[in-house]
């Protein structure tokens, strides 16, 4: 990370943590936001899978083998120690487990992961999701894909059908074969351009109880732009905005607003 956006991220925080406002839920008049808010994003309760999900990360950080990536994102690739992408590409911990309540909570059919990765997140939401659901997940490396199935084979997450290549070209694609997208995450190519257009495609699949997760939505000028442009679309309604991850909702019972919670890492 370059230090303008170091710089960047120090000053997002700090603007972050002075608005902040709706701890625990309250100001939140809609019901079914509170609940989301108060018992599932602030919940700390530990599930029985997230001890062998946790493994595996920490099994990650200690692996010294080197794989060739092919990043369609930033164009970049090369090789690569694994322990240095767990490092820097992985979600947090308390990040992906409160995806999983969500998820959880949901009991979604159809969910949808950009950027696959290592698979922790990717555990997460199958484990969460159920064996009724499918999680589809996109991945442009296959040597990220391939070890990714070590991991859902350690864990045990099923119901994951992985989609390769570029994500620009393979998400239209599929897309086309999908009625109703229940659930997705952006977590794929951090740019403005790509991410608003990922959303869009998501967008257009999403019925009232849809949600769609943004990871990253402060991490860099363009992410932070590409949220400001997400929140004004004209499907989306509530927004819940905790600086690593947004949520967007698309029920129009809800108030158009976005709300700033402040989670700490």
């Known amino acids: 990370m370059q230090a303008d956006d170091i710089i960047y991220r120090c000053l997002s925080r700090m603007r972050h943590l002075m608005t902040?406002?709706?701890?625990?839920?309250?100001?939140?008049?809609?019901?079914?936001?509170?609940y989301i808010i108060r018992f599932l994003i602030y919940d700390d309760n530990r599930y029985y899978c997230?001890?062998?999900?946790?493994?595996?990360?920490?099994?990650?950080?200690r692996a010294k083998k080197e794989i060739g990536i092919e990043d369609f994102g930033t164009g970049i690739s090369g090789k690569r120690r694994i322990k240095d992408i767990a490092r820097k590409a992985l979600m947090p911990a308390k990040e992906a487990q409160m995806l999983f309540r969500i998820v959880n909570y949901m009991k979604p059919l159809t969910v949808i992961e950009l950027g696959t990765s290592l698979g922790?997140?990717?555990?997460?939401?199958?484990?969460?999701?159920?064996?009724?659901?499918?999680v589809v997940t996109f991945e442009g490396s296959k040597t990220l894909t391939d070890e990714a199935k070590k991991v859902w084979k350690n864990t045990g997450a099923e119901g994951i059908e992985t989609v390769g290549g570029n994500i620009d070209k393979t998400l239209g694609i599929r897309m086309k074969s999908i009625d109703t997208m229940d659930f997705a995450l952006i977590d794929a190519n951090h740019t403005y351009e790509a991410t608003v257009r990922y959303f869009r495609q998501l967008a257009s699949k999403c019925g009232k109880k849809s949600i769609i997760a943004v990871d990253d939505i402060h991490n860099s000028r363009e992410m932070s732009r590409a949220w400001e442009a997400i929140k004004t679309e004209e499907a989306v309604t509530a927004t819940l905005d905790m600086y690593d991850t947004g949520l967007v909702f698309f029920d129009k019972c809800l108030m158009k607003k976005n709300y700033v919670l402040r989670v700490d890492n």
């Open 20 to 34: 902040a406002r709706n701890t625990l839920g309250y100001g939140v008049h809609s019901p079914h936001l509170y």
């Open 50 to 61: 997230f001890a062998p999900i946790e493994n595996e990360r920490q099994r990650l950080l």
């Open 120 to 134: 922790i997140t990717t555990a997460y939401l199958s484990k969460a999701a159920g064996r009724e659901s499918k």
